[in-house]
């Protein structure tokens, strides 16, 4: 695979989630990316997911592809190791933890041409995560079963995996910039921001400042459309999605429901090719459908499923999936041997370039850089 990256040196000074997957996703677009961290290791070395034996399955999953080095980042000289490895590179800085050592001001004096990515909190300033930020962007109020009266947070950090995305993509752009005009950058991407967009761009906000309505809480069906959880007779849960009309007569046909769909439409004055009246009729038609999945295995269930147009998989645990061939026949993992861990499936970038997958390397070892990337500083 022709890297698109290849050449360039990015310099990472971060912890948990952010930062770290921003950086993952550069070296897996060929970009060489060094992860600065204090003696001993950051904050999330340890952090769970770990092995039996204490090694982080988060810490390895999240630096996979990069170089490691560790300085005593508190002693002028190993600041000024830090410094020369931006500056004696391609002058790119992405950070989460910006001190005025490594903040753009200081560093521009030594590389005007800087590109200089720090991710912050809030948008004021103060500080924040992905989890005070989700609480404080109305999402754990919209979130969970429909009696349920207190927050629901997420399990997926959903904000940091969204902020590194873009502070990836900020970077590429940039770098394009500076080979176009010579000019770095300073990019200051906040948390809070990142889900405020979002919340923006999915139409959350326009709904509460124009309808002046709250977004109600409906548990796991799909707010404005069809979808619903059924499960079927030997406990195997599906999620269906019906997005379209076909997607609706489809399932109407599959089930055997055509009549009493039929009748309920027009009991009710409804058009169940609009998606709008399938939405707000949506427990009812759930249960005219529920019968025809709690009659049948999961097996009858997907061999019905597979002939229809119908957007539908089956719910599947981790432990499930780990072992199943969307995994295990996926190109997209490759196995890997960790260091202290052990060999185990690792995903490369999920998109393919000219047909490829860029494959997945290993994390370091902590440090394991340290002594070949300052002696190509200081050669003597």
Same mark, same amino acid.
């Given at each position: 695979m022709n890297a698109p990256l290849a050449g360039l040196r990015i310099v990472e000074l971060s912890s948990f989630v952010a930062a770290p997957l921003a950086g993952l996703t550069l070296a897996q677009l060929g970009a060489e990316v060094i992860r600065v961290d204090p003696l001993g290791g950051g904050?999330?070395?340890?952090?769970?997911?770990r092995t039996d034996a204490g090694e982080s399955l988060y810490w390895t999953g999240l630096n996979k592809g990069k170089r490691s080095v560790t300085v005593d980042l508190r002693a002028p000289e190993g600041r000024a190791a830090v410094l020369g490895l931006i500056t004696?590179?391609?002058?790119?800085?992405? #950070?989460? !933890?910006?001190?005025p050592w490594h903040g753009y001001d200081a560093l521009r004096e030594r590389r005007p041409d800087l590109i200089h990515l720090e991710i912050t909190g809030r948008a004021d300033g103060g500080t924040a995560v992905d989890y005070t930020v989700n609480a404080a962007t109305g999402f754990p109020l919209v979130t969970g079963p429909a009696d349920h009266s207190g927050p629901v947070n997420h399990v997926l950090p959903a904000w940091d995996v969204a902020c590194g995305l873009y502070a990836a993509l900020s970077i590429t752009a940039a770098v394009r910039h500076r080979d176009t005009t010579g000019e770095g950058s300073r990019i200051v991407l906040p948390l809070e921001n990142v889900a405020l967009a979002i919340a923006g761009h999915l139409g959350f906000l326009?709904?509460?400042a124009v309808n002046r309505t709250e977004r109600p809480r409906i548990g796991n069906a799909l707010f404005g459309q069809y979808g619903a959880p059924? #499960?079927? !007779?030997?406990g195997?849960?599906?999620?269906i999605v019906a997005l379209t009309a076909r997607h609706f007569t489809d399932l109407v046909t599959l089930t055997g429901t055509g009549a009493p769909v039929e009748a309920l439409a027009k009991a009710l004055d409804a058009d169940f090719a609009d998606e709008g009246d399938r939405y707000r009729h949506r427990a009812v038609l759930t249960g005219l459908f529920t019968p025809w999945f709690r009659e049948r295995t999961g097996s009858e269930v997907e061999k019905a499923l597979t002939g229809t147009s119908l957007l539908w998989d089956r719910y599947r645990s981790f432990l499930e999936l780990v072992d199943s061939p969307r995994v295990t026949a996926n190109p997209l993992f490759t196995t890997v041997h960790q260091p202290g861990i052990g060999d185990l499936p690792a995903p490369g970038s999920p998109m393919t370039v000219n047909g490829a997958h860029a494959p997945a390397g290993p994390a370091p070892l902590l440090g394991a850089d340290t002594e070949a990337l300052l002696q190509e500083r200081n050669p003597s």
């Open positions: 904050p999330d070395y340890r952090r769970w997911p004696a590179g391609s002058g790119i800085v992405l #950070t989460n !933890a910006a001190r326009a709904e509460a059924f #499960t079927a !007779a030997d195997t849960t599906f999620m």
